[in-house]
């Protein structure tokens, strides 16, 4: 595993961004799988600007996204779908068709999932799959349980991630019980894994993700045995990785 380490959540953000443009740079029709949350927002952010400058294109990149909300609607505020649009897809000349969100107001989730797995495999794979970490571990919504999940599925949200995500409802009542989530068969199966993380909240997480026992109670730690993966990451968020004597 490759380790950037950062001074703070802006240097994250750019070199984070600047792993991203360097696919896009290197493979025009690069399938990026792409991650929402508060970790990857500054990212996209340097990705509009560069594009607004003239030094990126998203004219042939496809997109998949890790995830979405069970029950909320592609233009409601806190969707992952609008989440996209409104960070990244809005501001670039990405081809609309050629984004894919999972659709949270599916009637037939099951077919939807084989479905998103389909589109993925026979796209030969994502060639870069951006992620974030969620404080018990978690990557995309594959959370922690006794064992890890191939398949994209819909999964109950663990109450650390309902109190987590609160903060962008009126209230806990109102975050989604259940979302739609890529499997860890597409997330190993990306050619490159870029795993980003900000702050003293997500220590615990990635010491445990990166030198911790690999088991589905920490399912980011699956990812050491990934080939291919970058953490970029700040300090805060490195501080107990490397407390522990790992060099970074
Ligand atoms: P965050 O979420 O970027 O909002 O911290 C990351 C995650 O839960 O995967």
Request: net charge negative; hydrophobic share 40%; glycine share 8%.
């Amino acid at each position: 595993m490759k380790i950037f380490r950062e001074k703070d959540y802006d240097a994250m953000s750019r070199r984070a961004a600047t792993v991203i443009a360097g696919e896009i740079v290197h493979n025009p029709s690069c399938l990026l799988g792409l991650a929402t949350g508060s970790t990857p927002e500054g990212t996209y952010k340097y990705l509009v600007d560069w594009y607004k400058q003239g030094l990126l294109s998203f004219q042939s990149v496809r997109s998949v996204n890790l995830d979405e909300y069970v029950g909320l609607a592609p233009d409601h505020d806190q969707s992952y779908r609008y989440f996209m649009q409104s960070n990244l897809f809005d501001h670039v000349d990405i081809v609309p068709e050629n984004t894919r969100v999972p659709d949270g107001l599916t009637k037939d989730a099951l077919a939807f999932c084989a479905g998103y797995d389909a589109y993925i495999r026979a796209q030969g794979y994502v060639d870069l799959q951006l992620l974030g970490i969620g404080r018990n571990g978690h990557i995309g919504f594959n959370e922690p349980d006794d064992h890890f999940v191939k398949e994209t599925h819909v999964v109950d949200l663990a109450e650390s991630t309902i109190d987590a995500n609160a903060r962008f409802f009126a209230s806990r009542d109102d975050v989604p019980k259940q979302a739609i989530s890529m499997g860890m068969g597409a997330i190993m199966g990306a050619k490159k894994v870029l795993l980003c993380a900000s702050g003293e909240d997500k220590a615990d997480a990635i010491c445990r993700a990166v030198s911790g026992a690999i088991t589905p109670q920490c399912p980011g730690s699956i990812l050491q045995l990934h080939p291919n993966v970058v953490l970029v990451a700040d300090e805060a968020a490195l501080s107990k990785l490397i407390a522990s004597g790992v060099k970074v």
